[in-house]
């Protein structure tokens, strides 16, 4: 039944805080079983994007879909079918990694032995397990990113939506997530994730959208936004950023 | 063309107290910027502030323009040192400090603790409190006016400011230090016993206070009032007086007690501020435990709550029953309800009684403890210990965004917070109706004292779990529990008097029971009270929770601190 309706559909999702526009009328499709990347400069609008497509800020006009449930109309089915790993946002962090994991687990509705057997599966394959009871308030700022992703994939959700998952993260644990999200896709999943790391981008998805000053610039699979020149070139006159010509800033230099 | 990045010093330019108040002022002005609705609250706030100086301003100035001399330093001495001591222990208790500038964002800057501590204690002058504070106190300069002349006057305006510079150091100093105590996980038992033993000294204070002014014996309590006079207390408020009244040779030495005071309360301060900017960087790393045994959802519930069903009510109870013991903000809260819920009876029951505790004299004696009045201090008791939840989602801060991705439903998620805070609370409760009940030498009362406790308690539960939907506020990330933004103290304490007095109506029946039912009010208080309490609260939080239903992300933007 959800083979016709994309995995993630957004429609005129628009939001402006205080009078100013964040996000100007977005539309976007993300086809089941792709690896989405969502790129923008800071400031373009990803996490108010985001943010509107999984349910946690309402937006001034448009809507959002999961797998063709209405994510604003029908939030409970829509929420089950998401994974969300938002940025800047707080996980409780005074809870072990463990605790947090169960309550995640729980939340989500889940058989208290389905979420041991799975937690212990993730924590060790994370490389969390050796933490035992640090609270996660302590963790470094990979370990955050882990735990976080960990909680996004407890319950098995058909989508993975993600912010940042690699900013902040060392080498080692960005190709772990990066194992874990190919293996996630591989399996039949979606992932859509926001970054401004070409390389990663690059590296991983089979499609890609631009997002700058709150719309969409290019849109659609990796090949086709890229053409025949690197996806950094493409960014950069689509964004429409400015090179130093060496003239100001000049006390930068002794 | 090239300039060697490192500039001389001879080019930093010095910075100084100024500056911190310039940019105390630019944020407060940042904070009302397109927000009418704060500008409206703060100038209410402000109103009321003004309206409570200015009838405090003639209190004080009474004696003057009476002309009787007699209570001038009477009325100095207690109503100086009543302030100092409010200002010491009401942010610990009640309102926190207004952290607009918070100490830890200096950490980076090349500033010297001198200059830091004396910037942030300038900018912590600028505030409604203080203004409204000084001309409050500005009545003593009248009295002393009216007495000593031009000279006095000018004397005891001196004192007041420097009172002043006292109580606002004081607050501070006490603050960060019990602050800076909480953080470190170790020794915040210890805090608590420390603050209980504050206040309850603070209890035979107010008793002998209460019994000296019975006595009427004036001399005496004159007596009293220049001993205080002669602390730091009570010195920078009656050089004033000591001037008019013929020792001018006290008032320097009084003025010397109180700078030395203001110096050491500074430094005192300025000790936990550096804890503070440090704690901020990194809260100290707890010891890694591992060793683990059981799966992580045992590992998730607490032994109190072990035999809760493992769904979603049992983890959303279980972590909030974590948060109310592991983060410190919640703590204090806690703590705040078990002293203040103990002394503040106590001090309303023994008003009428002096010393002498004997419940057959002090029965019969008016203004002693009644059915109605140990009713009224039950439901304080369970004004201020429901009013806790007054901002509940507020202590998550954007932590929320986990319960609104899941879809949690909000009945399901008051009731989970009413019953994780209640395993904590409905304890104290018990405990303070037992002890107040025997030590007034009631104990056939402790039925109805439960009843009225738990009724207060349910409605409030139900009033506050309205409140912290609709009225949510975000609190800032930092390490101090007792810090708030500015622009949401007057928020902060319109909501929570508002919520107080919703919950005094809604209670009010059982104190009117107290009073109309008598005997039969002993055995039938307890079972009705609990009915009463429990039932509001499943009925608030089921009313609530349709609101929070539709309002989730809402509130999740209110409560996330804007950065």
């Known amino acids: 039944m959800t083979g016709e309706h994309p995995a993630l559909a957004l429609r005129g999702l628009a939001k402006s805080f205080d009078g100013k526009v964040a996000v100007a009328g977005v539309d976007l499709d993300v086809p089941a079983g792709s690896f989405y990347g969502l790129l923008g400069p800071n400031g373009a609008g990803k996490t108010t994007t985001l943010s509107m497509a999984v349910g946690l800020l309402r937006p001034d006009a448009g809507g959002a879909w999961v797998l063709g449930h209405d994510v604003w109309a029908d939030p409970v089915t829509a929420k089950q079918l998401l994974g969300v790993m938002p940025d800047g946002v707080r996980l409780f962090d005074r809870l072990s990694g463990a605790e947090l994991l169960a309550y995640h687990g729980l939340l989500r509705g889940m058989d208290p032995a389905v979420v041991d057997q799975r937690a212990a599966e993730l924590l060790d394959v994370l490389a969390l397990a050796d933490a035992g009871r640090t609270l996660v308030v302590d963790y470094s700022a990979g370990m955050k990113k882990k735990i976080g992703l960990a909680c996004a994939l407890l319950h098995g959700p058909r989508v993975l939506v993600l912010d940042e998952p690699f900013e902040a993260v060392d080498p080692v644990s960005a190709a772990l997530i990066r194992d874990i999200l190919k293996r996630y896709v591989a399996g039949g999943g979606t992932v859509v994730f926001s970054s401004h790391v070409m390389e990663v981008v690059q590296r991983l998805c089979s499609h890609v959208a631009i997002l700058a000053g709150g719309t969409i610039k290019r849109v659609g699979t990796l090949e086709q936004v890229r053409g025949d020149r690197s996806l950094e070139d493409v960014f950069v006159e689509v964004v429409g950023g400015r090179t130093a010509t060496g003239e100001e800033l000049a006390w930068l230099s002794r | ?563």
Not at chain 2, 259 to 278: K, N, P
Not at chain 2, 459 to 481: K, W
């Open chain 2, 1 to 563: 063309m090239a300039v060697p990045v490192t500039a001389p010093a001879s080019q930093v330019r010095p910075v100084s107290a100024r500056h911190f108040v310039k940019l105390k002022l630019r944020v407060m002005g940042n904070n009302f910027r397109g927000q009418g609705w704060r500008v409206a609250l703060f100038l209410v706030g402000s109103l009321i502030g003004l309206w409570f100086a200015v009838g405090a301003f003639f209190g004080l100035a009474a004696p003057g323009l009476a002309g009787d001399d007699r209570y001038a330093l009477l009325v100095a001495a207690f109503a100086g040192g009543l302030t100092v001591l409010g200002w010491l222990l009401l942010p610990l208790v009640f309102f926190g400090v207004d952290e607009t500038l918070d100490p830890a964002r200096f950490a980076l800057l090349p500033l010297s603790r001198r200059t830091l501590v004396t910037g942030l204690f300038a900018a912590a002058l600028v505030s409604v409190p203080t203004v409204a504070v000084l001309l409050a106190l500005s009545g003593l300069v009248v009295t002393a006016g009216v007495f000593g002349g031009w000279s006095a006057a000018l004397v005891s305006a001196v004192g007041v400011v420097c009172g002043l510079l006292l109580c606002v150091a004081g607050a501070r100093a006490v603050t960060g230090a019990f602050a800076s105590m909480l953080r470190s996980r170790r020794v915040r038992d210890l805090a608590a016993v420390l603050l209980a033993v504050l206040a309850a000294s603070l209890g035979p204070l107010q008793l002998a206070g209460v019994a000296a002014i019975q006595d009427t014996d004036w001399d005496r309590l004159t007596g009293v009032a220049s001993v205080i006079g002669w602390t730091p207390l009570g010195a920078p408020w009656t050089v004033g007086i000591d001037v008019a009244q013929g020792r001018a040779w006290a008032a320097p030495v009084k003025l010397l007690i109180t700078l030395v005071t203001i110096v050491a309360l500074l430094a005192w301060w300025s000790r936990s501020l550096e804890s503070a900017m440090v704690g901020a960087a990194s809260a100290g790393p707890t010891r890694a435990r591992p060793g683990v045994t059981g799966g992580v959802v045992a590992q998730l519930f607490p032994r109190a709550v072990g035999r809760l069903r493992r769904d979603r009510f049992g983890a959303l109870v279980s972590r909030e029953a974590r948060y109310w013991w592991r983060d410190a903000r919640r703590r204090a809260n806690l703590i705040t309800i078990a002293v203040v819920g103990l002394f503040v009876p106590v001090m309303v029951n023994f008003g009428g009684q002096g010393f002498t505790i004997d419940s057959d004299q002090g029965f019969s004696a008016a203004g002693d403890s009644s059915p109605v009045l140990v009713s009224l201090s039950m439901l304080f008791v369970g004004l201020l210990a429901a009013v806790t939840l007054a901002n509940q989602f507020g202590f998550d801060g954007s932590a929320y965004a986990a319960n609104v991705v899941a879809g949690v439903p909000g009945r399901l998620e008051l009731r989970a917070r009413i019953t994780a805070f209640s395993l904590y609370v409905l304890p104290m409760l018990a405990v303070v109706a037992v002890v107040i009940a025997l030590v007034i030498g009631e104990p056939t009362w402790i039925g109805f004292m439960a009843g009225a406790l738990v009724a207060t308690y349910g409605a409030g539960l139900a009033v506050n779990s309205f409140v912290s939907v609709l009225g949510a506020y975000s609190l800032p990330e930092t390490s101090n529990p007792f810090a708030m933004n500015s622009g949401a103290g007057v928020v902060k304490g319109m909501l929570t008097l508002l919520a107080m007095a919703a919950t005094g109506a809604l209670a009010a029946p059982m104190v009117l029971a107290a009073a109309l039912l008598g005997d039969t009010w002993l055995w039938l208080g307890l079972p009705l009270g609990v009915a009463y309490g429990v039932g509001a609260a499943l009925l608030g939080a089921y009313l609530a929770g349709d609101v929070l239903d539709r309002r989730q992300p809402e509130l999740l933007a209110l409560v996330t601190p804007r950065r």
